[in-house]
């Protein structure tokens, strides 16, 4: 199974970016889906996630600004970000796995499938 994001890029501070993840014929209403950012030099991390009943959580860092959803009709997984700082940079990759949470502001997860990951860069 291949998960591929698309919609990274460059923006200012303050801009917006929507990412998509899709994967034909994969169905994303039964795994938990999350998009996960990597900083050089850093451990990736969750950034939001959905679960298989449509529950969303965000880490705190993200929370207000960034909101994950899901088209369970053609299978396409999103993540709209809006109000970038430069600490958002990183690259973002799209997962999907048995089961995740959040426990005190940070993201616990179990993923099988991950996407390539794709390059965001906000600049200030």
């Known amino acids: 199974v291949e998960l591929v994001e698309s919609g990274g890029g460059s923006v200012q501070a303050g801009g917006s970016l929507r990412l998509s993840c899709a994967v034909p014929g994969f169905t994303y209403s039964s795994y938990c889906m999350g998009w996960f950012r990597q900083i050089p030099g850093k451990q990736r991390g969750g950034v939001a996630i959905i679960d298989k009943d449509g529950t969303t959580c965000y880490s705190d860092s993200v929370k207000g600004r960034f909101t994950i959803s899901r088209n369970d009709d053609n299978d396409v997984l999103y993540l709209q970000m809006n109000n970038l700082k430069t600490e958002d940079s990183g690259v973002y990759y799209c997962?999907?796995?048995?089961?995740?949470?959040?426990?005190?502001?940070?993201?616990?997860?179990?993923?099988?499938?991950w996407g390539k990951g794709i390059l965001v860069t906000i600049s200030s």
């Open positions: 997962a999907a796995g048995p089961w995740c949470t959040v426990v005190g502001g940070s993201i616990y997860y179990e993923m099988d499938y």
